[in-house]
């Protein structure tokens, strides 16, 4: 059984960091592309980060140098730093796994993590 665990949302001022964190189990985590989705009110789904399997990384053009993902495949993590957040980035948050560079939404979805940040 696949599961994906978000942590580290929450409510932080304009102009702050998070950093979003993802453990993954019951999947063979270096085998898999690793992918951080946001979906806002109202608004669809969309793609924040992707890192491949050997390290590629992807990134909407909304992140323009803010945010940063990561992998440890030790620790089955994978991580996004966000920095210089915008009140346009409140939103949940999700945790993705299986995607590949042409596709990056893979099958297996985390639960989300709320960010919100105050205008």
């Known amino acids: 059984q696949v599961q994906l665990v978000e942590s580290g949302g929450g409510l932080v001022q304009a102009g702050g960091s998070l950093r979003l964190s993802c453990a993954a189990s019951g999947i063979i985590f270096s085998s898999n592309g690793m992918g951080w989705y946001r979906q806002a009110p109202g608004k669809q789904r969309e793609l924040v980060a992707f890192i491949s399997v050997g390290g590629f990384i992807r990134y909407a053009d909304f992140v323009k140098d803010r945010f940063t993902i990561s992998r440890n495949n030790a620790q089955k993590t994978v991580s996004l730093q966000m920095n210089s957040l915008k009140p346009e980035d409140s939103a949940n948050y999700y945790c993705?796994?299986?995607?590949?560079?042409?596709?990056?939404?893979?099958?297996?979805w985390g639960q989300g993590t709320q960010v919100t940040v105050p205008s």
């Open positions: 993705n796994a299986g995607g590949t560079w042409r596709d990056t939404a893979g099958p297996y």
